[in-house]
DNA sequence: TTGACATATTCCCATATGGGAATATATTGA
DNA sequence: TCAATATATTCCCATATGGGAATATGTCAA
């Protein structure tokens, strides 16, 4: 078996930074694919095909206005990965705890 | 230009379900190798190149105690990836309360 | 030293990748 | 219908993958 592909869910998905970079930038707003060419400067096969792969995953909506295709962040799809995350906050909250701790002592050398 | 390694950063890593697995059991304690492939019904070269996967990006962090290694969770590895998906939290947020409006909607019709 | 246990690494392979280049498809206006 | 614009797809390729199998490395106990 080789790597799962970037399609099989949000986590393949959004592990290439190109597509964040694209999922960032669609968070302020609905935007074709040619302002995301130009506000990102990369190649219209590259953003299309990123695009591609974001919708597949249901990452982003897409709707057609004429000869543009205007895409959207579906942000709901990025819950799972939120909620994945927040169960390790309580350890890392604890961390921190232990490294201001740390550096209190060495303060009261 | 391939994909990036899975060792590249956390979001690459974390890509593997296999992997998110060994993190969602080290949450709980750190645990030996062994401990993993027996809970986790995993092979044991499969656990140990995952490891070094997770190791390599920081995602956790390794100690010999005689002939077994205890790996545990360092969960402030995690938190870029929480960073990264709270600024889309407002936006699902806003999601969800227009699918609530929507089902309050019908029930009034 | 030797044997047993615990873990890590190597080799092989089918599969998927992202970029570049070229081309196909879709929509509009003349 | 045709040309122009906007997007999507296809083909090629170097690269990395995860699993399986085999083997290497490390540590302890006798």
Redo the contacts with the bound molecule.
């Keep these: ?8 869910d949000a986590f ?2 959004v ?5 964040r970079d694209i999922l960032n930038y669609l968070a302020l707003a609905e ?7 130009d506000a990102l400067e ?12 974001l ?1 597949d995953v249901g990452l982003v909506d ?1 709707r ?8 959207r962040v579906n942000a709901l799809a990025i819950r799972p990965l939120w909620e994945w995350t927040t169960t390790f906050e309580r350890l890392w909250r604890h961390q921190l705890v232990k490294v201001k701790e740390n550096a209190e002592k060495k303060t009261n050398l």
């Design positions: 078996m080789a790597r799962a592909p970037t399609t099989a393949n998905a592990a290439e930074p190109r597509r935007r074709s694919v040619s302002e995301i060419v990369m190649e219209q096969p590259s953003v299309s095909k990123h695009l591609r792969v919708k897409a057609r206005e004429g000869r543009q295709m205007l895409y």
